[in-house]
């Protein structure tokens, strides 16, 4: 249930529209105080944003996936192109899979939530080891990422 909503909610994306957001906003912020409040909660040692897929940290055995089933061509051309996006929505998926066999692990959706919101209002991302670039928002730097953002404050996402 919970990976069809997620299948859906990626699936209503305009996707002819990413790359044309431009209001000031905090879904890289907020993604990053998101995800270290996952590793502080779970009490893990963080790993760099880049290569934090949940649900393969939360125990799921099944972390590989074939999103090609759920998605049309034209989405699955802009994840070859943004292998950032491909990732996030596919431990997206790989999470709400995960919590339909294990309800407890849904509340760590939000943890990916920013990066899909983003997509939504037609942003978009990309990530390497050195740091996620939100276009038009701003660079957000990976070193040292977890003490700077694991005490910050949560920052409204949600008036966009």
């Known amino acids: 249930m919970r990976l069809e909503a997620a299948v859906s909610k990626i699936n209503n994306i305009n996707w002819g529209n990413i790359g044309n957001f431009t209001q000031e906003s905090y879904f890289g912020f907020e993604y990053l105080r998101r995800l270290s409040q996952f590793y502080k909660n779970k009490q893990l040692k963080a790993k760099s944003p880049a290569f934090s897929n949940l649900p393969r940290f939360l125990g799921d055995i099944e972390w590989d996936m074939d999103i090609s089933t759920y998605f049309s061509a034209d989405i699955l051309r802009i994840f070859e192109d943004n292998q950032s996006i491909r990732n996030i929505v596919l431990w997206y998926l790989q999470l709400a899979r ?28 990309f990530m390497n080891n050195a740091g996620l670039e939100i276009k038009n928002e701003g660079y957000y730097p990976f070193n040292n990422w977890f003490e700077r953002f694991v005490d910050a404050e949560p920052r409204d996402i949600n008036h966009l």
């Open 98 to 125: 995960y919590s339909d066999k294990c309800p407890e692990a849904s509340q760590y959706l939000s943890v990916y939530e920013p990066l899909i919101n983003l997509l939504e209002c037609g942003g978009e991302f």
